[in-house]
């Protein structure tokens, strides 16, 4: 079984995942990601911010650091005008890693310009970021400039397209999926719901409930 987070089979990403493998920038210390989209639907809840969206980036940072999240903060900062007013839009997440990272990841789901997701990672010796999706510049009007993306389709349509292929061809050659497994989507699971309850307590820091990782996953309980 596979879960289908795309993230880890984006080029980008795994362009990260390389460097942080070699060591070279030192171990870890600090992640800075966004998470934006123009608009979202009227039925987009609080809790999606969490549930559907930063569950993304909390399975993709679990691959990247090889670290686990035991805590999840959420703080919501002043309110956009562009939001359904039920929404608490936007909103910081503050994670800790087993290890001591922290990460910090904002949530705009109304910031109107475009579909933008970013990611950097402050090592010891350096950092990594996570390069925009290539585009043509434009010249015109006395300005220089680059489109944005609208959708999450087109951001991650090839992702979609590696990680079919690469499932696929595992399954044709015998071997086990390279991609996330059903633990990852546990973690994924948990770890958002620790971000939920601390939005409902109005920004408590809470400590993620992860259950021991079974043997089967690579665990030793």
């Not at 800790?96 to 010796?125: P, S, W």
């Not at 996570?130 to 944005?148: E, Y």
């Not at 071997?175 to 920004?203: C, F, K, N, Q």
């Amino acid at each position: 079984m596979q879960v289908g987070f795309m993230r880890r089979f984006d080029a980008g990403y795994r362009q990260m995942k390389e460097v942080l493998s070699t060591g070279s920038l030192g171990a870890p210390l600090i992640v800075h990601c966004a998470h934006r989209n123009p608009t979202v639907p009227e039925s987009y809840h609080s809790a999606m911010a969490a549930q559907d969206t930063a569950v993304h980036e909390i399975d993709v940072l679990r691959w990247l650091l090889d670290d686990e999240i035991v805590s999840a903060q959420v703080v919501t900062p002043r309110a956009t005008s562009k939001r359904f007013a039920h929404l608490k839009d936007p909103q910081i997440m503050v994670f800790e890693t087993a290890e001591g990272v922290r990460i910090d990841l904002e949530v705009f789901v109304n910031c109107q310009y475009g579909y933008d997701i970013q990611c950097e990672v402050v090592g010891e010796d350096g950092l990594v970021r996570l390069p925009d999706p290539a585009a043509v510049g434009i010249r015109t009007a006395a300005r220089h400039g680059t489109g944005v993306l609208q959708d999450w389709k087109d951001r991650f349509a090839e992702a979609f397209d590696t990680e079919f292929r690469e499932w696929v061809a595992g399954i044709a050659a015998g071997t086990e999926p390279t991609g996330p497994s059903a633990w990852d989507g546990y973690a994924a699971t948990v770890i958002t719901d620790a971000a939920v309850r601390s939005l409902e307590t109005g920004g408590e820091t809470v400590t993620v409930d992860m259950k021991p990782r079974p043997a089967f996953y690579g665990g030793t309980a």
